[in-house]
T-cell receptor, first 115, second 112 residues
Framework: DVKVTQSSRYLVKRTGEKVFLECVQD?????MFWYRQDPGLGLRLIYF???????EKGDIPEGYSVSREKKERFSLILESASTNQTSMYLC??????????????FGSGTQLSVL | RKEVEQDPGPFNVPEGATVAFNCTYS??????FFWYRQDCRKEPKLLMS???SGNEDGRFTAQLNRASQYISLLIRDSKLSDSATYLC?????????????FGAGTRLAVHP
């Protein structure tokens, strides 16, 4: 079965800190995604990547950047954490580039609190 | 108006009950539709895709009504283990995963 692993389940950071969220998938998927999930808002796409070193902005990229140096790893970076970035962050991957019916596999999430 | 809207619930039902959720979407040209299930403090997992002709998987039936722009999920013979949040996901025109729009979810609580 596909495994998407996020490095931390809970993180507490201070305002202004640089934060790295790591995600690794073990099934050679081309696509990887970072979402945030907030109560009442649903999942919102921050960034996605369809290949190594390729990235595209999602709906809410402001305040975030990403890195995909290897196919299996997709990192989300908060350059200077702010309190409004307190959220649940979910990484996901999928197999076929450009397909719309392929299943999304999610990691178990990182609950980030910025104080 | 939100692009994808769901009744947040919670829907509290006894075991064995039949329960149905609707999800409305604003873009009439949306291409594909899905239901995901998310257990408390866990990640979302695909429950089923929703086809134009409707589809069934055991106790679960998903239907699409393009004229009224909603999809539905029907759960028959509810089990305690069905307690979860059900996310409606819509892929609007243009396709591609970067376009997937998630609803905020409907919470279901099945009690003994």
């Amino acid at each position: 079965d596909v495994k998407v692993t996020q490095s931390s389940r809970y993180l507490v950071k201070r305002t202004g800190e640089k934060v790295f969220l790591e995600c690794v998938q073990d099934m050679d998927h081309e696509n990887m995604f970072w979402y945030r999930q907030d109560p009442g808002l649903g999942l919102r796409l921050i960034y996605f990547s369809y290949d190594v070193k390729m990235k595209e902005k999602g709906d809410i990229p402001e305040g975030y950047s990403v890195s995909r140096e290897k196919k299996e790893r997709f990192s989300l970076i908060l350059e200077s954490a702010s309190t409004n970035q307190t959220s649940m962050y979910l990484c996901a991957s999928s197999f076929l580039a450009g397909a719309t019916n392929e299943k999304l596999f999610f990691g178990s999430g990182t609950q980030l609190s910025v104080l | 108006r939100k692009e994808v809207e769901q009744d947040p619930g919670p829907f509290n039902v006894p075991e064995g009950a039949t329960v149905a959720f609707n999800c409305t979407y604003s873009n009439s040209a949306s291409q594909s539709f899905f239901w995901y299930r998310q257990d408390c403090r866990k990640e979302p997992k695909l429950l089923m895709s929703v086809y134009s002709s409707g589809n069934e998987d055991g106790r679960f039936t998903a239907q699409l009504n393009r004229a009224s722009q909603y999809i539905s999920l029907l759960i028959r013979d509810s089990k305690l283990s069905d307690s979860a949040t059900y996310l409606c996901v819509v892929n609007p025109p243009g396709g591609g995963y970067n376009k997937l729009i998630f609803g905020a979810g409907t919470r279901l609580a099945v009690h003994p």
